[in-house]
């Protein structure tokens, strides 16, 4: 229709009226371009919107994770204390003799969870970080994922430590059960008095208490880095983010 309007201009030689169409078209596609810009930013913000309420989520499930760690090992820590002190003592009172075979059995043991957002991996994987506006977020994203990353790789190499010396302490009892429960029933069967005068074998559940403290607070560092992660999403949000029914 504008095309044979154009055409019949052309054929009138009326210049104005040809100037006219022209504009017409180049303003109708300047708005349609500018449309199409338009739904596809509000497309990206919303998706946007969506990775951050993932993101979110993410960081809350990982802080449960961690603490659900410490509890575990805060009831560690206290047997690990009782192993050492008995040990270096040479008594094992009645009273500590349970909480002294769960701590020796499970001596400098701390579970490595994979520290990740899922959100934030599909967004590297898939090479859209930059679909997060906010400069600042993106920025403490890369920091709290190296710091994450880092910190398992430390406990990584600490395990594998760990192993090592567990591989030479469990050779001095025997494991009978557990319900491997935190502050549950666990029994070993050992010669207290022998492994009392065992100075290398002190030695090594110390080193092992060092490697566990050493993760306990790397455990605490990463669940600061969280909190501070899902604090700037909530910021940039404006809200915080509620589980749907069936989420």
Known sequence: MLLRRITQHVKDQNWF???ID?????VGVFIGIQVANWNE?????VLEQQYL???YFDTERLITDIEDGLEWSEDQK???VVVLNSFRSGVLRPQDKAIFERGLAFFGYSPIHTRESLAVQELKSSGRMAIISDIELRELIGLVEQRLSTTKEHALHMKENRRKH???VSSHWQFIESDFKPKGITKIQYDFDTLANNQEFINRLSQMRA?????????????DDIRQLQ???VEVLGYTPQRKNNQ
Do not use: G
């Not at 930013?41 to 913000?45: F, Y």
């Not at 490697?211 to 669940?223: P, S, Y």
């Open 17 to 19: 009226a040809v100037f």
């Open 22 to 26: 022209f504009i017409i078209v180049v």
């Open 211 to 223: 490697m566990f403290q050493i993760q306990r607070r790397n455990a605490k560092n990463d669940q």
């Open 231 to 233: 604090k700037a999403v």
């Open 53 to 55: 309420e993932r993101i």
């Open 78 to 80: 206290a047997s690990q």
């Open 41 to 45: 930013e509000l497309a990206e913000r």
């Open 166 to 168: 567990l591989s030479e």
